[in-house]
């Protein structure tokens, strides 16, 4: 291979072909891969090469010299410093056909699938205020602006955390991704904070009290949960913000008060107390009602989980005869979509709280052919064989980003079920585990690509693999 011309430090003209998972530009000089930041497809670019590896290259643009087709304008203010959202200025169209090229090039690259191709890509109905679950953090450390004055407010923020920057929190005023209401208790909760002298968390020293903000939202009941994660208990110090909110907004359901002392930098609290309303937020998705806790996993994007079940129903392709396993279950809500259509489903799920969740709604909504287990399925199975299953027909399995552990990715094909349906919100990982599944004597019938994050480089598919 010929060494690539470029230099670290030296200043590029760059035409940005396409994106990379992840949000980055690609541009290529002689065949030498150059990765850059906050750059789309179409744009010429000048930019500086700040690191050089083996095979790539990463820069950042100094100057668009002209700009690309599919360009927009990004109604958001802190956009690009977030963060969150990395490709805003992208014309949404053109964000689905790059992740569609995405997920080709990585299942034909990983998966040794050649000339793979996506059988369908179902788009966003909404493309802003479309999360359901949104988290931000206080800090005495806010980022500064360019442009601020040096007397500027520095010990108080509550947002995002700068890009690879553990210490530092941009503070928020409007997020486009959550709903309108969201916005407005954010920026109440700032206030209340301040003028009751609360202190935020400082991550060097662990001192301080406010560690998180989180709200949930029920897209179809209206219901809104706020989270305080404080780095300990006292609810007397937390009751005036609390009171604050709840006079300014009546519509706030829940108000729950996670604590964690830990240094770990987690909003997941060891225990949690109920400052008002209710312990848990309703939603429904179809005809099913689901009851969340602070802590349980539910997709984030309500509108476009439906869609994702619907995706997962079809493919399963129920006749009301068969088993199935619902591996990393969450609340439940894949298990009992399944279940209205299958003979029995079993759910399977670490979070003891979310496997409470499950249980609970499956008894509300009267579904009483499912049932939900805790289960570490990075080894259960390898340890639970006196435990007695009905042999699965159908295996549903919706992993974390980091997808299977590797034992039960091998494991998997040892129920030897018909089908298994992966939904997965990570292609790398998918990707991986698929070519475990095609050399275990399964095939890969479909894979669709439902997009439940605009904006953002995220993406979910449900892949539908049958038993040769």
């Known amino acids: ?118 059988d369908e890509v179902i788009p966003a109905e909404d493309i802003f205020n479309y999360r359901n679950k949104m988290e931000f953090t206080f800090s005495n450390k806010r980022w500064v602006l360019h442009g601020e004055s040096e007397d500027a407010e ?50 060097r020293t662990h001192n301080g009290f406010l560690r998180y903000l989180a709200f949930r939202f029920g897209h179809n009941t209206g219901d809104i949960m706020v989270n305080i994660v404080t780095s300990y208990e006292n609810t007397d110090l937390l009751k005036p913000m609390v009171d604050g909110l709840i006079d300014a907004f009546p519509q706030i359901t829940t108000v729950v008060n996670n604590i964690n002392t830990r240094k770990a930098d987690v909003s997941f609290g060891e225990y949690e107390l109920l400052l008002h309303g209710k312990p848990v937020l309703e939603e429904k998705i179809g005809n099913l009602s689901f009851e969340i806790s602070a802590n349980s996993f539910f997709q984030t994007n309500t509108v476009m989980a439906e869609k994702l079940y619907e995706t997962a129903l079809a493919g399963a392709d129920l006749s009301g005869e068969e088993v199935v396993y619902d591996l990393y279950s969450g609340t439940g809500s894949i298990s009992l979509f399944l279940a209205q259509k299958a003979k029995e489903v079993h759910g399977f799920e670490v979070i003891v709280s979310a496997v409470e969740d499950a249980t609970r709604n499956a008894v509300n909504n009267q579904i009483g052919n499912v049932k939900f287990h805790v289960a570490n399925l990075d080894n259960y199975f ?11 027909d159908i295996i549903v399995v919706d992993p974390p980003r980091a997808g299977m ?45 439902v997009d439940m994050f605009p904006h953002t480089p995220h993406i979910e598919t449900v892949g539908i693999f049958q038993k040769n």
């Open 405 to 449: 552990h590797k034992f039960m990715t091998d494991y998997l094909p040892k129920f030897e079920a018909e089908k298994i349906i992966y939904i997965s919100c990570n292609p790398t990982t998918q990707a991986r585990d698929t070519e475990v599944l095609l050399q275990k004597g399964y095939e890969l019938k479909r894979l669709t690509l």
């Open 154 to 203: 520095r010990d108080f923020a509550l947002g995002m955390h700068i890009p690879k920057r553990w210490d530092k929190i941009l503070n928020i005023n409007t997020c486009h991704l959550m709903p309108e209401s969201g916005n407005d208790i954010l920026n109440k909760a700032k206030s209340l904070a301040q003028e009751f002298k609360l202190k935020p968390y400082n991550q």
């Open 1 to 118: 291979m010929i060494e690539p011309s470029v230099k670290k430090g030296q200043e590029l003209e760059l035409t940005i072909e396409s994106l990379a998972y992840g949000g980055k530009g690609i541009a290529r000089v002689d065949d030498f891969v150059i990765f850059v930041k906050n750059a789309i497809p179409g744009q010429k670019v000048r930019a500086l090469l700040y690191r050089k590896r083996k095979g790539f290259g990463e820069a950042r643009p100094l100057e668009i010299l002209s700009e690309s087709k599919y360009v927009v304008d990004p109604p958001c203010e802190h956009f690009p410093v977030c963060g969150g959202c990395k490709v805003q200025q992208l014309d949404y169209a053109e964000q689905l056909a790059q992740k569609k090229q995405q997920v080709e090039n990585i299942f034909q690259r990983q998966a040794g699938l050649d000339d793979f191709t996506l």
């Open 382 to 392: 390898k340890f639970s064989k006196g435990k007695k299953y009905p042999k699965p």
